[in-house]
């Protein structure tokens, strides 16, 4: 029955608290406001603190064997963070480098001149964004956790604005994934250049470059190359069918960025313990 009052409201929402805390993530003004009992309670900072700790130990190992400018080259085998080799100094190329256009100038560690494009992929790779947001800027932490941070830009800034060169580092990771496979080719040698031989190192080289190809295929930028603006896909069945191998790939494109993660270091730490004489390269062939 009406009775000209104003029809009752609904009840005003519980008040963000006060202090510098209520500025913060969920309740800051502007963000989402997130109930408490839809926030999880379990243990899921398990996931992106392992996930920087991963990242941690494969940078702090990276950093080390970068800068340590030695024992990156047992015949036949080059480390994959050397390779090419384009310094003066590279062992493979002393007396009479083709490739001698940086070392001479600047001096660098070599894998400091080839590894900043690879690097350059997966920096901006759309899986390793998602991990190093959350496991070291917790941006977003988790799914269903409160936002620590109070305001959200995306990547419509610097220096995030630059993750959308990731599709020009693909063409990079295209040539360099053909550089390692040469080296992988080149591996199947004896010390002195004669073919037909294989090694525990061979081995080691075609998993590796294996998994770098399936980790480089099926990035997204590789997907949308081979079937992106394509409005029928009936009148281009090839491309739809390589669309679809490289679909399948992308489902499992966090996993071969692991993979391929484990397998590059695991390669260049072979190739340094042959090189300082840990322990010679056993050969099968």
Known sequence: MATGTEPPRAPSPPA???????????????RAAVAARHLRTDRWWL??????????????????????NADYYAAPYVSPFYSPCVAHDCVPMKGGADWDVFGGWWGLSPALLVLIFPLGFRLTCYYYRKA?????????????????????????????????????????????????????????????????????????????????????????????????????FSKHPVRYRLWGWVGKLNARHAQLAWASLV?????????????????????FL
């Open 16 to 30: 963000r608290g006060t202090g510098a805390s209520a500025l913060t993530g969920v309740r800051s003004p502007g």
């Open 47 to 68: 996931q992106p603190a392992g996930t920087a700790a991963g990242l941690l130990a494969f940078v702090a190992y990276s950093v080390w064997r970068a800068f340590a």
């Open 132 to 232: 190093y947001y959350r496991g070291f800027w917790a941006s977003p932490p988790a799914c269903a956790v409160a936002e620590p941070h109070a305001k959200y830009t995306g990547e419509t800034r610097l220096p995030l604005i630059l993750q959308n060169v990731h599709r020009y580092f693909f063409y990079f990771a295209l040539l360099v994934a053909g550089v390692l496979t040469y080296d992988t080719v080149l591996s199947f040698r004896d010390a002195d250049g004669a073919w037909g031989h294989m090694g525990l190192g061979s081995l080691v080289f075609v998993v590796n470059i294996a998994l770098i190809w399936a980790y480089t295929l099926s990035c997204h930028s590789c997907r949308h190359l081979i079937g992106g603006r394509l409005r029928h």
């Open 263 to 283: 397998s590059v270091a695991v390669a260049d730490f072979y190739v340094y313990l042959v090189a300082s004489g840990v322990f010679g390269d056993p050969r």
